[in-house]
Structure formats: C-alpha cells, structure tokens
C-alpha cells in the first residue's frame, strides 16, 4: 500500500494513532488498577471477616476459661465452707478437758488430794464423759463435803457414786468417785 498523503496529515495520523494506543493503554492501566482495588477489597473484607471471626472466637474463649475458674474457685468456697462448718460443730460438741478439770477442783475441799484421774468419752447418748476419780482423805467429813458438793453440781456431774467401802473406816480413807459428765 502506498502512501500518497502529505506528512503533516501523515504526522497528524500517527499522532492520532499514537494518542489511540495512549489511550488504550490508559485505559487498559486503569481498568488494571479498578480490577486490583477490587480484589483489594474483596481481600480486606474476607480477613476482616476472619478477625472478627477470631475475635469472637477469643472472646467465647475467655468468658469460657473465666465461667470455668469461677466454678472452680466456687467448688473451692464450697469445700472449704463444708470444712468449716464441720470444725464449728466439732468444736461445739466438745467439752474442754480444762473446763471439767477446773470443775472438779472447784469441788474438792482442802484437805483432800487425788491420785488418779480418768476422763474417758461415753458411748451412751446422754453423757459425752465418764470419769473416775481417786485419791485420799484424812476424814469422812471431808469425804461428805466432797459428796456435798458434788450433789450441788448435778446439772454438770451425774450418775456419782461412791463404792461402800469408802465409808467403813472414819479416818484416813482411800477412796474411789465415778461419775458421768
């Protein structure tokens, strides 16, 4: 083909035919960049949505690991509440050995001494102790002071008895004392 045009339009064309393919290029680049910023996006919501996806997750996760140390720290409240309870009745059940020692040297008159104390716990339901007292008095007089006294004790000293054979002899007397506490 032969080209007869003059150079000022050939000039003109090529200019136009350049301005084309600028064009094209143009528009090629920036349909390139809206396809990309496409994608982009498409990217950045898809990993927003898995992060918050993750969030939740970590937060269901948290609250879970903290119901469940709740509950823990509740089972523990709850033991040792349950042990508590359980050294507060034993405590109140007990009668203290100080407390019936300290009553039965307020029921000995001077004069009389003992040699043996037993404190031993009762099966039997109406009494938590059986003691057994023995010991030695210079006289019978003494001995019924003791008798005396304990009989004005009855509400803490039950069931006392003393064997007969304290009684035969009017002077230093060795004698033996059950009761029930």
């Known amino acids: 083909m032969i080209n007869l045009l003059p150079p000022e ?39 927003s949505g898995q992060l918050e996806i993750k969030k939740q997750f970590i937060e269901q996760s948290q609250k879970e690991m903290k119901f469940s140390e709740i509950e823990d720290l509740e ?27 300290e009553e039965i ?19 039997e339901k109406d009494y938590r102790f059986l003691v057994s007292l023995s010991g030695f008095s210079p006289s019978r007089e003494l001995l019924l002071e003791l008798e005396s006294n304990i009989k004005k004790k009855q509400e803490f000293f039950k069931d006392s ?6 009684w035969t002899k009017p002077v230093d007397i060795d004698f033996s004392l059950n009761f029930k506490i």
């Open 9 to 47: 339009y050939k000039k003109e064309l090529s200019k136009e035919e350049q301005f084309k393919i600028v064009l094209n290029l143009g528009i090629f680049v920036l349909l390139f960049l809206f396809c990309f910023s496409l994608i982009l996006l498409s990217i950045e919501i898809y990993v």
């Open 75 to 101: 089972q523990k409240i709850k033991f040792v509440n349950e042990n508590v309870s359980k050294l507060a009745l034993f405590y109140e059940n007990q009668t203290s050995i100080i407390k019936i020692s």
């Open 105 to 123: 040297s307020n029921i000995l008159p001077d004069g009389i001494y003992l040699n043996n104390i037993s404190i031993n716990t009762s099966k």
């Open 161 to 166: 008895s003393f064997p007969q054979s304290t």
